[in-house]
């Protein structure tokens, strides 16, 4: 506990308990999603005769870091969405970089790729970044790779694998048909993923 000194500017002086990743891990353990209640209270140092003031609720919610890998299944040699959910924040992640599927970095210049870092959204918890797969590049299936630094969390460089699924469309054309009878129509579909 350091007590602190007053800001003669402000009139506030600010009081903060230390508490160590050991002890947060086991009182966030035992209260099971919970959120944990501390308390502060004051006392007047230069009027010993006051009374301690009343405690004070200090409600801590502790957040879990986690990442959502959102995938997507197009029509091949079309435009392609990918993101990462990180959810368990508290504020904006340091940094997003994303990875082409050999491992490479991929920049803003590199072959029309582009990448929404996202925000920080304080209702949610939660910075969703995304990654736009141009058409010319969406040929196959690839994985690609979000990388995430989280300083609150001790997260550095954080890898989370990202499918880009394409599949093709072959109509079965040119169809001759006559109106006397039934016809049936037919597209191939392949490279489904199952």
Do not use: R
């Amino acid at each position: 506990i350091a007590q602190g000194s007053a800001d003669s500017g402000t009139k506030i002086q600010t009081s903060t308990l230390t508490i160590d990743v050991a002890t947060l891990t086991s009182v966030a353990g035992a209260a099971g999603g919970s959120p944990v209640t501390y308390q502060c209270a004051a006392e007047s140092k230069e009027y010993p005769d006051s009374a301690t003031s009343a405690f004070k609720d200090i409600v801590v919610s502790f957040l879990t870091f986690g990442v959502e890998a959102k995938g997507s299944e197009v029509l091949a040699n079309t435009q392609a969405t990918i993101s990462c959910v990180v959810s368990g924040l508290s504020k904006q992640l340091e940094a997003v970089t994303w990875n082409n599927p050999s491992g490479d970095a991929i920049t803003a210049s590199a072959g029309s790729y582009a990448i929404e870092l996202g925000t920080y959204d304080p209702a949610t918890n939660i910075q969703t970044t995304i990654l736009t797969v141009p058409a010319v590049e969406n040929t196959a299936d690839a994985v690609f790779t979000c990388v995430i630094t989280s300083d609150e969390h001790a997260k550095t460089d954080e890898e989370t694998a990202v499918n880009s699924n394409v599949f093709t469309v072959v109509p079965e054309t040119p169809k001759k048909a006559t109106t006397a009878v039934v016809q049936i129509l037919t597209c191939n579909i392949g490279d489904v993923v199952t």
